[in-house]
């Protein structure tokens, strides 16, 4: 990468900088948790991105060198994987580790690394790029909180105790081990074909999250499986500890087949109650509650006791091109209007985004191709234009986590020429459940 004109080089990660790297994230992150000592969570989990993570290589590290001392001074990482939007698979960066020295800040150090980060994905194809951290900074980047997260209630332990005795189900849940690898594959691929966003992993993958990473490493789950007669039939992903507050966090939790949730989330309850009270007689503290990072409608969640309702929070979402985003759904797209009966009565439909568009093409009223063009310089009075809707607005439509008419509510900027634009996009992009667990 070209340095920069003063003291500072972007470069990518190399494997010998884990030491460093290691140090300088463990010294940054978390420290109203240490109280400003070194996190080993931090420095174990950034050894572990360097050291055969099946979404990092290298490189993947964009690292802010000081040219004065060869030292980073700054960094991220991007994970990459591929996420499953009803079915279609979608190239995702999540963004992780962002992190100054404390230094070398008020150098625009970051905003340097996120553009050489953006630049990267656009030349290797990667549409969509999601971080959590701290509210509105990244908005300034280009983000724009796009995905739901969390939400559900956090089950205290008293509401616990009558499912913890509860004998009604012939369903288990046992520590998984990598023997189980290919059946938790096996479900991930089935659960990817369905109406949800998910992160589904491999035979590979699992087997690294069940046995792959370092104990301290601070992104290390405990993996369970759901069984019944001997064969698997879920998953349930929940913290290696208990939180500060003494709650034990549930990170995902799957059954695979749809009718077996109210006996599944039955025995899942009872063995998180179990993993609890083992983590509080280890001494890690009190166990308080159940604290799902899952959506409200998520079954287990609709099955679980009362609890405490928590307010939703979000993933900021980037997508340097939403034409190319709308392109790689064609197939869902043409899908739900083929289901819906909806043909389109024109050769064109152009979604202008206030800069750039997107032209859908039609052949006998079915989607047949999405071009990126030049957008309009006036949508709303050019007569081509069949919508304007702000990038934003259409990422959070494009990713299923608002509907049309939340749009129209919430966007007056967001405008349609007519009616029949109107059933189309509202059949295009309904709301779509999040069971996203990422590949950190």
């Not at 404390?102 to 690394?113: D, V």
């Not at 005795?165 to 998984?176: L, N």
């Not at 966003?197 to 490493?217: K, N, Q, S, T």
């Not at 083929?338 to 009565?345: E, P």
């Amino acid at each position: 990468m070209t340095p920069e004109s003063d003291r500072y080089v972007v470069r990518p990660g190399r494997a010998s900088d884990a030491a460093e790297l290691a140090r300088l994230h463990a010294s940054v992150q978390l420290q109203a948790v240490t109280g400003g000592q070194p996190h080993p969570g931090i420095a174990a989990w950034v050894e572990d991105l360097l050291d055969g993570h099946p979404s990092v290589v290298p490189d993947d590290f964009l690292v802010a060198e000081d040219s004065a001392t060869g030292c980073p001074v700054a960094s991220l990482v991007g994970l990459r994987q591929h996420w499953s939007l009803a079915g279609v698979r979608l190239p995702v960066a999540q963004v992780e580790l962002v992190g100054t020295a404390p230094e070398h800040r008020g150098n625009r150090l970051t905003e340097r690394l996120f553009a050489a980060l953006h630049q990267q994905y656009a030349a290797d194809g990667v549409p969509v790029q999601v971080i959590e951290g701290i509210p509105y900074f990244y908005r300034r980047l280009g983000y724009d909180y796009s995905l739901a997260n969390d939400g559900a209630p956090t089950v205290p332990i008293a509401a616990l105790l009558a499912i913890e005795h509860d004998r009604s189900t012939h369903r288990t849940v046992r520590p998984a081990t990598v023997a189980d690898a290919d059946a938790l594959a096996r479900i991930d691929r089935r659960l990817a074909d369905g109406e949800v966003l998910v992160c589904p992993r491999d035979a590979a993958v699992w087997r690294y999250e069940i046995a792959g990473r370092r104990p301290a490493d601070l992104a290390r789950r405990e993996v369970a499986v759901l069984v019944h007669g001997g064969d698997v039939g879920g998953y349930l992903v929940h913290s290696s500890r208990l939180s500060a507050a003494g709650e034990l966090i549930v990170f995902a939790a799957t059954a695979d087949r749809p009718a077996d949730w109210p006996q599944a989330a039955v025995a899942m309850h009872r063995y998180l109650a179990q993993v609890g009270r083992r983590y509080e007689a280890s001494m890690e503290g009190s166990f308080t509650a159940v604290r799902p990072i899952l959506g409200p409608e998520h079954p287990l969640v609709r099955l679980s006791p009362t609890g405490v309702p928590r307010r939703p929070r979000g993933w900021y979402v980037r997508t340097g091109d939403p034409a190319d985003l709308l392109a790689r759904l064609q197939p869902l797209l043409r899908a739900r209007w083929q289901a819906a009966g909806l043909r389109w009565h024109e050769p064109t439909m152009t979604i202008d985004m206030y800069g750039r568009a997107a032209r859908l093409e039609f052949t006998d009223g079915r989607l047949s191709g999405v071009t990126g063009v030049r957008g309009a310089i006036s949508p709303s009075t050019e007569p081509g234009t069949h919508a304007a809707i702000p990038p934003g607005a259409l990422l959070q439509l494009a990713l299923g986590h608002r509907t049309l008419p939340e749009v129209l509510d919430t966007w007056p900027d967001c405008l349609l020429r007519d009616r029949r634009t109107e059933d189309f996009l509202t059949t295009a992009f309904p709301r779509v459940p999040v069971q996203v667990w990422p590949r950190n």
